[in-house]
């Protein structure tokens, strides 16, 4: 089927303002990530999904940064009151959760870009 | 964070040539996987090689994995300008509540010219 989508692919926003990044992963995948890649920090790991639940949101930077996931499917990822440093590439990931499924399928990734 | 360094950063060779990166990480691993990158957008999974694994190959691509070393090296053989992206190899701990989530390198960025 359809690979991972995300939109917008890209925003721009004035600091301050609140953005919101959706993701639709692709069908029966039952895992979904998010990741950020910026120049200064590389890829990094924000939230993971299991389902409609995230038991690991240990790389969310800030408690601005906030992520549901409705129907086992579409995520959305929130950015309130957006920062400079918040301009980033971020990536949404889904696998199917069988085990020795292991491979993760991005999305072509959200540029955000914080005036 | 980032888990470790990838070398050579910057990687430039001709069209035939084999092209070799190298990935150090730090904590123990589940598995190791290759990533590529085009235009600095979505990733492409190229080989994935378990902590119990030393030697995996895909067409063209070799991995092995040393994990006495905590460490890993990409070979792409006989190299096309179409290699030319950015890759990255990304770690799974042997954590159970790990989830599977990917800790990242920082990357070589390959350019393979005609």
């Known amino acids: 089927g359809a690979g991972v989508s995300q939109s917008p692919s890209n925003k721009v926003t004035e600091k301050g303002k609140d953005v919101e990044l959706r993701c639709d992963p692709i069908s029966g995948h039952t895992a979904l990530y998010w990741y950020r890649q910026s120049l200064g920090q590389g890829l990094e790991f924000l939230i993971y999904?299991?389902?409609?639940?995230?038991?690991?949101k240990s790389g969310l930077p800030s408690d601005r940064f906030s992520a549901e996931r409705t129907g086992g499917s579409v995520s959305t990822l929130t950015i309130q009151r957006t920062q400079q440093e918040d301009s980033a590439v971020y990536l949404c990931?889904?696998?199917?959760?069988?085990?020795?499924?292991?491979?993760?399928?991005f999305g072509p990734g959200t540029r955000l870009l914080v005036l | 964070s980032q888990q470790g360094e990838e070398d050579p950063q910057a990687l430039s060779i001709q069209e035939g040539e084999n092209a070799t990166m190298n990935c150090s990480y730090k904590?123990?691993?589940?598995?190791l996987q290759w990533y590529r990158q085009n235009s600095g957008r979505g990733l492409v999974h190229l080989i994935l090689i378990r902590s119990n694994e030393r030697e995996k190959h895909s067409g063209r691509l070799r991995v092995t994995l040393d994990t006495s070393k905590k460490s890993s090296s990409l070979l792409i053989t006989a190299s096309r300008a179409a290699d030319t992206a950015s890759y990255f190899c990304?770690?799974?701990?042997?954590?159970?509540?790990?989830?599977?989530?990917?800790?990242f390198g920082q990357g070589t960025i390959l350019t393979v010219h005609p």
């Open positions: 990931a889904s696998r199917p959760r069988r085990g020795g499924q292991e491979t993760q399928y």
């Open positions: 904590t123990s691993i589940n598995n």
């Open positions: 990304a770690t799974v701990s042997e954590r159970g509540t790990s989830y599977g989530k990917l800790t």
């Open positions: 999904f299991q389902g409609n639940s995230a038991p690991d």
